[in-house]
Nanobody, 123 residues
Framework: QVQVVESGGGSVQAGGSLRLSCSVSGYAGTNNLMAWFRQAPGKEREAVAA???????YYPKAVEGRFSISRDNGKNTIYLQMNDLLPEDTAMYYC?????????????????WGRGTQVTVSS
């Protein structure tokens, strides 16, 4: 059984930083695509970063230059370093993993999801 567990969320002031972690267990296969998504109340879930095993990385323009995704393959863990946080970054952040292939920014691409960790940025 695949388990995806996020951690590291919290409350910060605008301009601050947070580092999220996502640990995966029970996943078979050495090649995969992992990503961070976020969902604010009343909004659709959106991708904020993705990384292949290789590791190629992808970011939407809204977070490019502020967010950085990385991975430790030995620990089956990925991280999301978030700097210069803005109030509009407030959301529940989710981690997801899937076999390679598909559009990295689409929720439909990902097979396994965590339950999320809350990030709140105050002005």
């Amino acid at each position: 059984q695949v388990q995806v567990v996020e951690s590291g969320g919290g409350s910060v002031q605008a301009g601050g930083s947070l580092r999220l972690s996502c640990s995966v267990s029970g996943y078979a296969g050495t090649n995969n695509l992992m990503a961070w998504f976020r969902q604010a109340p009343g909004k659709e879930r959106e991708a904020v970063a993705a990384i292949y095993t290789s590791p190629f990385t992808y970011y939407p323009k809204a977070v490019e230059g502020r967010f950085s995704i990385s991975r430790d393959n030995g620990k089956n863990t990925i991280y999301l370093q978030m700097n210069d946080l803005l109030p509009e970054d407030t959301a529940m952040y989710y981690c997801a993993i899937t076999p390679p292939g598909g559009a990295w920014q689409s929720t439909n691409t990902y097979k396994y999801w965590g339950r999320g960790t809350q990030v709140t940025v105050s002005s």
